[in-house]
């Protein structure tokens, strides 16, 4: 399943509440006012907070129809569930859209996207020509008009990184607001993180990375930034307490294998990457290096044919580029791959490559037991728990119904990375395709009934006709047959450049490569070229100077009265400004 950055459509977006993965930046930290909760409001809880991110109704009703199924609610919170439940099934008879918080027509979302392309279009054409104060004006109104797009507020944070001006608390109010949007994106994360240091705020730094890590742990900027942090750590130009350099230790050991291995990193400066967008806002951005793709997320696939993948609609739909990775006794492979189609009623996506040499599945079309045993096999979360094949296994729960759309129920644990993979029974079957996962009180998995996933294979393939398996397997042969034919499916997003070439902050050269911008501002100045004086006595570039002066003459002796005076003069060193040249600068 994808892991982060889904465009998820249908009922296919109960997968939510396994995509997000790791809480989100932008919203509260978990925990806070729910100790006294019991595990049934927790589960109505996040599955509340996960409606704040579906963005159609028919989504929303899905999973409020769905949750409403678990037996053990109290009448209160059903009713909570219902109340809810009746607001989404008006949004959907009103056929309204989300466009950032708030419901509109699908017409009005339209208007208001052509609106806001244009104003960004524009920004590029002032960037182009360095007019960056229009450029902001036009990316400000850009993020008012289409509140649910991400790419005028991420232009607006990385113009005030110091790749161009130095306003890291600008950048980080803009980053922030595009993870409200999309909470897991990949760009925004780093880059994000890269204010914080600049504000020398670690803690918020690492969090960032923490999460970049669990999403996306390739991400070959996040292991270079993070040496980088480490390496002038080591220099004296950072200052990292030694629990928050532990932190930062730890994660970069955890993250940085194979070519990003610790002995790997490089000198070089900060890397802020350009922007990556979901292919609904992507198809409407003009494309101004078709080069540049980025892994944005990974779900997993099994084979049906010979070069052909089954898998979910929600892991491909945002997919620039596929790519089909193959774990083999001597490693990886990976293999092109292309989208041959997708269900527009079903959460299922065919996806074709030709060097595949995966086997078939057998596969069982007939009506399932609640209370058997299946096993699911995937690739879930492989930042935190590596990319080897694992399963897990469980029950079915509950059989096919219309209130939850057909899909069979099972208990079995499924995670971020698992969604497109196969749910098998002991005779070594496919009995569905995962689709999706949510707590309540325990865990429940949902998938597409192979039956259902039939009639869509074959409006394709006429004449698929799959093998079943009748003998009853001990389970570990089971997993061994379905692992041959169970795959990694890669999703990769087009990266948009900022076109603004090189010059960044105070004269720090900046180079554009790939995916990212490398910024070679001093980290001990932070790109200012400047320092807070350190001259003793010197605040703010004035100091305190005692002097003794007559106050007069005693009357009675004739003799002079002295007194102390305190005045501020500007200070000799810094010239009254209270900086000084960067030492490490100059």
């Given at each position: 399943?994808?892991?982060?950055?889904?465009?998820?459509?249908?009922?296919?977006?109960?997968?939510?509440?396994?995509?997000?993965?790791?809480?989100?930046?932008?919203?509260?930290?978990?925990?806070?006012?729910?100790?006294?909760?019991?595990?049934?409001?927790?589960?109505?809880?996040?599955?509340?907070?996960?409606?704040?991110?579906?963005?159609?109704?028919?989504?929303?009703?899905?999973?409020?129809?769905?949750?409403?199924?678990?037996?053990?609610?109290?009448?209160?919170?059903?009713?909570?569930?219902?109340?809810?439940?009746?607001?989404?099934?008006?949004?959907?008879?009103?056929?309204?859209?989300?466009?950032?918080?708030?419901?509109?027509?699908?017409?009005?979302?339209?208007?208001?996207?052509?609106?806001?392309?244009?104003?960004?279009?524009?920004?590029?054409?002032?960037?182009?020509?360095?007019?960056?104060?229009?450029?902001?004006?036009?990316?400000?109104?850009?993020?008012?008009?289409?509140?649910?797009?991400?790419?005028?507020?991420?232009?607006?944070?990385?113009?005030?990184?110091?790749?161009?001006?130095?306003?890291?608390?600008?950048?980080?109010?803009?980053?922030?607001?595009?993870?409200?949007?999309?909470?897991?994106?990949?760009?925004?994360?780093?880059?994000?993180?890269?204010?914080?240091?600049?504000?020398?705020?670690?803690?918020?730094?690492?969090?960032?990375?923490?999460?970049?890590?669990?999403?996306?742990?390739?991400?070959?900027?996040?292991?270079?930034?993070?040496?980088?942090?480490?390496?002038?750590?080591?220099?004296?130009?950072?200052?990292?307490?030694?629990?928050?350099?532990?932190?930062?230790?730890?994660?970069?050991?955890?993250?940085?294998?194979?070519?990003?291995?610790?002995?790997?990193?490089?000198?070089?400066?900060?890397?802020?990457?350009?922007?990556?967008?979901?292919?609904?806002?992507?198809?409407?951005?003009?494309?101004?290096?078709?080069?540049?793709?980025?892994?944005?997320?990974?779900?997993?696939?099994?084979?049906i044919l010979p070069g052909v993948v089954l898998t979910n609609r929600h892991v491909v739909n945002d997919a620039h580029s596929i790519r089909v990775d193959v774990e083999t006794a001597s490693g990886w492979t990976s293999l092109e791959a292309k989208v041959k189609a997708v269900s527009d009623t079903l959460d299922l996506a065919i996806v074709e490559c030709p060097k595949l040499v995966s086997p078939a599945v057998q596969v069982s079309t007939g009506a399932q037991r609640r209370g058997s045993e299946v096993m699911i096999l995937?690739?879930?979360?492989?930042?935190?728990?590596?990319?080897?094949?694992?399963?897990?296994?469980?029950?079915?729960?509950?059989?096919?119904?219309?209130?939850?759309?057909?899909?069979?129920?099972?208990?079995?644990?499924?995670?971020?990375?698992?969604?497109?993979?196969?749910?098998?029974?002991?005779?070594?079957?496919?009995?569905?395709?995962?689709?999706?996962?949510?707590?309540?009180?325990?865990?429940?998995?949902?998938?597409?009934?192979?039956?259902?996933?039939?009639?869509?294979?074959?409006?394709?393939?006429?004449?698929?006709?799959?093998?079943?398996?009748?003998?009853?397997?001990?389970?570990?042969?089971?997993?061994?047959?379905?692992?041959?034919?169970?795959?990694?499916?890669?999703?990769?997003?087009?990266?948009?450049?900022?076109?603004?070439?090189?010059?960044?902050?105070?004269?720090?050269?900046?180079?554009?490569?790939?995916?990212?911008?490398?910024?070679?501002?001093?980290?001990?100045?932070?790109?200012?070229?400047?320092?807070?004086?350190?001259?003793?006595?010197?605040?703010?570039?004035?100091?305190?100077?005692?002097?003794?002066?007559?106050?007069?003459?005693?009357?009675?002796?004739?003799?002079?009265?002295?007194?102390?005076?305190?005045?501020?003069?500007?200070?000799?060193?810094?010239?009254?400004?209270?900086?000084?040249?960067?030492?490490?600068?100059?």
């Amino acid at each position: 399943m994808s892991t982060f950055l889904w465009r998820t459509t249908g009922l296919v977006m109960l997968a939510v509440l396994m995509s997000l993965g790791p809480t989100s930046l932008a919203q509260t930290k978990p925990g806070l006012g729910t100790a006294s909760k019991s595990p049934a409001d927790k589960a109505i809880d996040g599955a509340f907070s996960k409606l704040r991110t579906m963005r159609r109704p028919a989504d929303g009703v899905a999973l409020l129809t769905t949750l409403l199924e678990d037996k053990t609610f109290s009448a209160v919170q059903r009713q909570k569930v219902a109340r809810e439940l009746e607001v989404w099934q008006k949004r959907e008879a009103d056929k309204l859209v989300r466009s950032g918080t708030s419901w509109i027509t699908a017409e009005e979302k339209t208007r208001r996207e052509k609106e806001a392309d244009l104003l960004i279009e524009k920004a590029f054409l002032l960037i182009d020509t360095k007019d960056y104060r229009s450029a902001r004006e036009a990316l400000e109104k850009a993020s008012r008009t289409d509140d649910a797009g991400l790419r005028a507020d991420f232009l607006l944070g990385l113009l005030n990184t110091p790749i161009l001006a130095n306003s890291p608390e600008t950048a980080e109010k803009h980053f922030r607001k595009v993870l409200t949007r999309s909470p897991n994106h990949i760009p925004t994360l780093n880059n994000l993180a890269l204010c914080c240091v600049r504000q020398k705020e670690f803690s918020k730094a690492y969090e960032c990375w923490r999460q970049l890590g669990e999403v996306a742990p390739n991400t070959p900027e996040l292991s270079h930034n993070l040496g980088r942090l480490l390496d002038e750590s080591g220099k004296g130009l950072i200052n990292l307490g030694n629990s928050e350099k532990k932190r930062f230790q730890d994660l970069y050991l955890d993250i940085a294998t194979g070519e990003n291995a610790p002995d790997r990193y490089k000198q070089g400066g900060w890397r802020y990457m350009h922007l990556t967008l979901p292919k609904e806002e992507a198809d409407r951005t003009p494309v101004r290096d078709a080069s540049s793709l980025i892994l944005a997320a990974s779900g997993t696939g099994f084979a049906i044919l010979p070069g052909v993948v089954l898998t979910n609609r929600h892991v491909v739909n945002d997919a620039h580029s596929i790519r089909v990775d193959v774990e083999t006794a001597s490693g990886w492979t990976s293999l092109e791959a292309k989208v041959k189609a997708v269900s527009d009623t079903l959460d299922l996506a065919i996806v074709e490559c030709p060097k595949l040499v995966s086997p078939a599945v057998q596969v069982s079309t007939g009506a399932q037991r609640r209370g058997s045993e299946v096993m699911i096999l995937g690739y879930p979360k492989p930042g935190a728990l590596g990319r080897t094949l694992k399963t897990t296994r469980g029950s079915v729960t509950a059989l096919p119904s219309s209130d939850y759309d057909g899909m069979l129920l099972f208990d079995a644990t499924a995670n971020p990375g698992n969604s497109g993979g196969p749910i098998v029974d002991q005779n070594g079957n496919v009995i569905a395709v995962l689709t999706v996962g949510f707590d309540l009180k325990g865990q429940l998995t949902g998938g597409v009934t192979m039956s259902d996933a039939l009639k869509f294979i074959q409006f394709h393939y006429g004449d698929y006709q799959p093998k079943q398996g009748g003998k009853k397997l001990e389970w570990p042969d089971v997993d061994e047959l379905i692992a041959k034919s169970t795959v990694m499916v890669g999703v990769y997003q087009q990266v948009v450049k900022l076109g603004a070439g090189t010059g960044g902050a105070a004269g720090q050269a900046t180079k554009s490569s790939g995916s990212y911008i490398e910024d070679n501002a001093c980290s001990f100045c932070g790109g200012s070229q400047m320092v807070t004086c350190s001259a003793k006595g010197c605040s703010r570039g004035g100091m305190s100077v005692t002097e003794t002066v007559q106050a007069g003459t005693n009357p009675v002796t004739g003799q002079a009265l002295f007194k102390s005076v305190t005045r501020k003069v500007s200070c000799g060193t810094c010239g009254g400004t209270g900086k000084i040249d960067c030492p490490r600068c100059h």
